[in-house]
T-cell receptor
């Protein structure tokens, strides 16, 4: 099976602009989560989508939003970019079945730099 | 409020010896724990997990120990190999169906010295 893919891998934007990141989960995985990784902060949970609905949400401002399509692909949008949004944005997928198992499988990430 | 803490930002271990990475958590609702390994320019890779009904889980060279009363877990790598040099993240979650939020520590950079 192909792994989680994320596009683009690298992005440079200017303060005030908006950006859209894309994630394709592993085939058959219905849940997609997004995380932000910054130096010294580890991975911070942004939100999770399941069956096109946001099911879990982290503590990020409303400038961060996302959506999921019927084929489970997901996009994340950040509006009015700030310098502090520079980070590695990671997408992860999981089958999310009642059989259990909470392992998430990560993509390579999108490195966003805001100047 | 850091609910999962990895207090050692870095660790150096001689090749062939045991590497021990530690993790503490504060949220008593966490009942499922995971370790991930991350190389530069790659996403984290799942290594091993443990449910709170167990106190030990083993997979090859990797063993995770959980001490619920101390809210502490550790990852043992034996023997350590150069390819183990990476950043290791501890993560925790509440194992309810529908909850896919993982709470991560800040990571420990492990360097294996040949």
């Amino acid at each position: 099976k192909a792994g989680v893919t994320q596009t683009p891998r690298y992005l440079i934007k200017t303060r005030g602009q908006q950006v859209t990141l894309s994630c394709s989960p592993i085939s058959g995985h219905r849940s997609v989560s997004w995380y932000q990784q910054t130096p010294g902060q580890g991975l911070q949970f942004l939100f999770e989508y399941f069956s096109e609905t946001q099911r879990n949400k982290g503590n990020f401002p409303g400038r961060f939003s996302g959506r999921q399509f019927s084929n489970s692909r997901s996009e994340m949008n950040v509006s009015t970019l700030e310098l502090g949004d520079s980070a590695l944005y990671l997408c992860a997928s999981t089958p999310s079945s009642v059989a259990g198992g909470y392992e998430q499988y990560f993509g390579p990430g999108t490195r966003l730099t805001v100047t | 409020d850091q609910q999962v803490k990895q207090n050692s930002p870095s660790l150096s271990v001689q090749e062939g010896r045991i590497s021990i990475l530690n993790c503490d958590y504060t949220n008593s609702m966490f009942d499922y724990f995971l370790w991930y390994k991350k190389y530069p320019a790659e996403g984290p890779t799942f290594l091993i997990s443990i449910s709170s009904i167990k106190d030990k889980n083993e997979d090859g060279r990797f063993t995770v120990f959980l001490n619920k009363s101390a809210k502490h877990l550790s990852l043992h790598i034996v023997p350590s190999q150069p390819g183990d040099s990476a950043v290791y993240f501890c993560a925790a979650t509440e194992s309810n169906f529908g909850n896919e939020k993982l709470t991560f520590g800040t990571g420990t950079r492990l360097t294996i010295i040949p």
